[in-house]
């Protein structure tokens, strides 16, 4: 740790994974401040894993622009850091009239958008991309893709701190100073110095801005409910299918999307709530989940569900007035050495870069900044074995023997996998980090053979004892310590 | 480079159906047969089993699981029957070529016979959409004995378990030996799922209550588990509304039913009963795929070891004699009626006696189990009382099967 440094970034979700990798560009000393104790640990992690095409926003706005700049960028950007994605497109499913009108204006608006490769399609088109989804006609969306958003955020703060940015997770911001020249961002006992700062804080942004003297906003968490299906339905399902959006919802509706590991989520609800850490599952909700989603999909069946899970979306408008509000990137009066990032949203996983890029420029109007020629964009992500050929994994073996001890059966996961994830640069001090980087306990089984061996190896890694070991966050502590005291 | 060698048997899987599977065809004379083991000692699940209780009907004595397993591994090791620790199989095709991984490089096993005895694994918290929070301290019953039995971790103080099957009960057990407090055991049928004799002996002598028709609706706390809310549910299983009462806790157990593995039997296009989750078997433990074998839990849950080691000993036999030139058909199809849930095998040839196996649908008293073939009665079972929890047992004689037609197995209560 510093004693200073030159910019802080509020939040080690996706947007300030991205914006700490565009700052490290430049020579800059980087601090990237984050409550949980891992990166992506918020909504950017806890969403369909879509790289949007750009549709689905009003022509002129950010979220239109940055989205299908995301898009158009992301071959590179996967190619720099290992990210894992595929170009599945994506169909958005009509059954009567008012929704073949309604996808005709949406392409029409992809068009002005500047959005490749859209076409309304008919139902033999349908059944010949997807013969489970159900549909009349449909528009067809070349450019969308599904990615892992874990591995995507991992790849850039991996990538930032590559290049001099650090990291401090369990670092929770409680208050900012700012003498005029000088932002005193507190953690607790402990302070970080800067003069320039960004908030990247998703659904803590409000407390952030309010913090940094900006007391407009508010965010409205919105929560979004999903089921994960097992691979099984997986094979019935390989394209994302939407059904036509209601354009007051401020979502886009339960659809049904192939996780690029081959599971099938169902969702995102839909519901405004007070909590920001409200995660639950309701039972409302998830009865709601399959009817809705088999409208589309009629083929969910009870003994293919794995799991749960709920992002919530960090919203800038509040129930009552319903739809999306704008991505905020500004710098202001009130603070201005701070850029202000709030209300990121669904498009905000496909556009991080790009409001990164946006963040860092505004930035430069006010700190000159000398890029770094040592920078090096590139990244490699962990090596998996369960999508090689045999005579890879052979290979592979022979490599690192490690990789012949398979940790996690429903997955393929290998203990090398598995060190690879713990002794990742970042650091991992939780089940759920190494099930975010390596699909271990993401299985059909949900961890019921591999979790002990997990816990295992993350203790004898890091040298936790057994009470240390948290799931996910401070709190959320597995043992409460040893069954005898020998 | 893949290490490819050939063995005339190959049993997939070191617990105590692979175990006896694999001493059994060795005493028939196939010496040629080996284990792979995926953990690092044979033996399976047993191996955290430290309760006692295992051996009763076999040994006429209570073994503790790795007592148990003991027992088979001294034979094979006495017999010097080949096996692999350390070893995952992650590919099984129709033709029966095996690949498995282990540290010392990835291995190709062409079999002549494959027996799976894969064992089964639990329904986690996702299987049964249980809404609410999601804190750690949610465990399924063999997770948290693997973490205390084996990993000598304790995973709580203040324990609630959701279902009554033999493991969860065992756990309540394990966890109040330890110092935890377990509040209850909660099961959403009218009647428990696991042995009568664990009742007793896990929650009856420790004072932990059993309610019936009780399932948890809800899980609490952000962070670590705080309370569970627990709902009585009417005949339809349905939780009614209004009942809800919470229940502090740090720890949830789920002991809500064991789906046999079978992901590499589906690889090899093995055909799955959708009932029991394990293969479709003939008389001979012969699955859709010629020489492709299943024994143990991987076929169908037992409640007890010691029927486990029975039926893998059970299929040595046809093992050696596909091995030798081929197998009968099994043409007769058996069904399960009204009041039996499943049967196993599924076909049988006619030429020799066989046991099948069931479940009873419901619990009932006085019950008369009848096998029909053509309307005709080929086999009687009466029962004063039979139970889900527990697998029953029926003969049936070759000599009382005519043709083809197929069997039908019924309850029927006497009056």
């Not at chain 1, 886009?252 to 599971?263: A, D």
């Not at chain 2, 009614?240 to 919470?246: A, R, V, Y």
């Not at chain 2, 006085?366 to 047992?393: I, N």
């Amino acid at each position: 740790m510093k004693e200073r440094y030159d910019v802080i970034i509020i939040g080690a979700g996706v947007i300030g994974s991205a914006a700490a990798r565009e700052l490290s560009r430049y020579k800059l000393d980087i601090a990237v401040l984050e409550k949980m104790p891992d990166v992506c640990c918020g909504t950017s992690a806890r969403n369909s894993g879509v790289l949007h095409a750009g549709f689905n926003n009003r022509p002129g706005t950010k979220m239109a622009k940055y989205c299908v700049e995301g898009n158009a960028g992301f071959d590179r950007l996967a190619e720099e850091l290992d990210i894992p994605y595929k170009r599945t497109g994506k169909l958005v499913v009509g059954f009567n009239d008012d929704d073949r009108k309604a996808l005709e204006k949406l392409k029409a608006q992809g068009e002005a958008n500047g959005v490749p490769g859209l076409e309304m399609v008919d139902k033999a088109f349908i059944k010949e991309k997807l013969p489970f989804v159900e549909g009349e006609f449909a528009m067809w969306s070349a450019s969308t893709a599904i990615l892992n958003p874990f591995i995507y955020t991992v790849a850039l703060a991996e990538n930032a701190q590559k290049n001099g940015a650090e990291f401090f997770f369990d670092t929770e911001v409680t208050s900012i100073v700012d003498d005029g020249n000088m932002y005193t961002v507190n953690s607790g006992e402990r302070s970080f110095l800067a003069p320039y700062l960004i908030n990247c804080a998703g659904l803590g942004a409000d407390r952030i801005s309010r913090m940094l003297g900006i007391d407009e906003y508010t965010i409205y968490p919105c929560k979004g409910e999903y089921y994960v299906l097992d691979k099984r339905a997986g094979e019935m399902l390989t394209i994302p299918a939407y059904p036509v959006p209601n354009p007051k919802a401020g979502g886009l509706g339960i659809h049904i999307t192939p996780s690029l590991e081959g599971n099938v989520f169902i969702g995102p609800s839909n519901e405004y709530i007070d909590d920001p850490d409200d995660y639950a599952a309701e039972k409302d909700v998830m009865d709601m989940l399959l009817s809705d989603g088999g409208r589309i999909f009629p083929h969910i069946r009870r003994d293919h569900f794995i799991r749960n899970f709920t992002g919530i979306r960090p919203k800038l408008v509040s129930k009552e007035q319903g739809g999306f509000h704008d991505f905020v990137i500004e710098r202001r009066a009130e603070a201005p050495r701070a850029v202000n990032l709030m209300g990121i949203e669904s498009p905000g996983l496909t556009s991080a870069v790009p409001i990164a890029k946006e963040a860092v420029r505004l930035l430069q109007e006010v700190l000159p900044m000398e890029p770094d020629p040592t920078f090096d964009p590139y990244r490699k992500g962990i090596v998996t074995f369960r999508d090689k050929t045999p005579e890879e994994q052979a290979a592979l073996i022979e490599q690192d023997p490690d990789y012949g001890e398979i940790v996690c059966r429903c997955e393929t996961v290998t203990k090398a996998e598995v060190l690879q994830a713990i002794r990742n640069p970042l650091g991992v001090h939780t089940m759920t980090g190494v099930k975010y980087r390596c699909r271990t306990m993401m299985g059909r089984c949900q961890g019921g053979y591999c979790q002990m061996r997990v816990a295992a190896l993350l203790m004898e890694e890091t040298g936790m004892k057994p009470e240390e070991v948290r799931y996910n966050k401070t709190g959320a502590y597995v043992f409460t310590g040893k069954v005898r005291q020998i | 480079m893949i290490k490819k060698i050939h063995r005339r048997a190959v049993v997939i899987g070191g617990g105590p159906a692979g175990l006896a599977a694999a001493i059994a065809i060795h005493d028939k004379g196939v010496e040629d047969v080996m284990i792979l083991e995926r953990e690092p000692r044979l033996g399976g699940i047993l191996n955290q089993c430290i309760h006692d209780g295992f051996g009763l009907t076999r040994f006429g004595e209570a073994l503790s699981g790795p007592e148990y397993a003991g027992r088979f591994i001294d034979l094979v090791n006495e017999k010097h029957i080949e096996y692999l620790t350390d070893c995952m199989v992650i590919g099984l095709t129709p033709e029966k070529v095996i690949t498995a991984a282990t540290r010392e490089g990835l291995l190709e096993i062409s079999a002549d016979a494959v027996i799976l005895s894969m064992g089964c694994r639990e329904r986690p918290r996702g299987a049964m959409s249980i809404p609410g929070d999601r804190p750690s301290g949610v465990f399924t019953a063999g997770v948290a004995q693997a973490y205390i039995n084996k990993q000598d971790l304790m995973i709580g103080k203040r324990a609630v378990i959701l279902g009554s099957g033999d493991i969860g009960m065992i756990m309540a057990r394990r966890l109040t030996l330890e110092g935890a407090r377990v509040e209850a055991v909660f099961e959403i049928l009218p009647y428990p799922s696991g042995l009568p004799r664990n009742i007793e002996q896990c929650l009856n002598d420790f004072g932990i209550p059993l309610y019936l028709s009780h399932t948890v609706t809800r899980i609490n706390g952000r962070k670590r588990l705080e309370s569970v809310t627990v709902s009585e549910v009417g005949p339809d299983m349905k939780p009614i509304p209004g009942t809800e009462k919470i229940w502090p806790c740090d720890t949830l157990i789920l002991s809500v039913g064991l789906i046999p593995e079978n992901e590499l039997s589906l690889q090899a296009g093995v055909e799955l009963d959708p009932v029991t989750r394990g293969p479709v078997t003939d008389e001979n433990c012969q699955t859709s795929v010629p020489g492709i074998f299943a024994c143990g839990n991987v076929l169908q849950v037992h409640d007890l070891v010691d029927f486990v080691s029975l039926e893998a000993e059970s299929l040595a036999g046809p093992v050696k004699e596909y091995l030798d030139g081929g197998l009968p058909d099994c043409r007769i199809p058996v069904e399960a009626g009204n009041g039996v849930r499943y049967t196993v095998p599924r076909r049988i040839s006619g030429g020799k006696d066989v046991t099948l196996s069931f479940r009873p649908s419901s619990p009932m008293r006085e019950v008369c189990y009848e096998a029909f073939q053509d309307g005709r009665v080929v086999s009687r079972l009466r029962l004063k009382k039979a139970v889900p929890a527990v697998m029953v047992h029926m003969d049936i004689k070759a000599s009382e099967l005519r043709g083809e037609g197929p069997v039908k197995v019924v309850a029927r209560i006497e009056e």
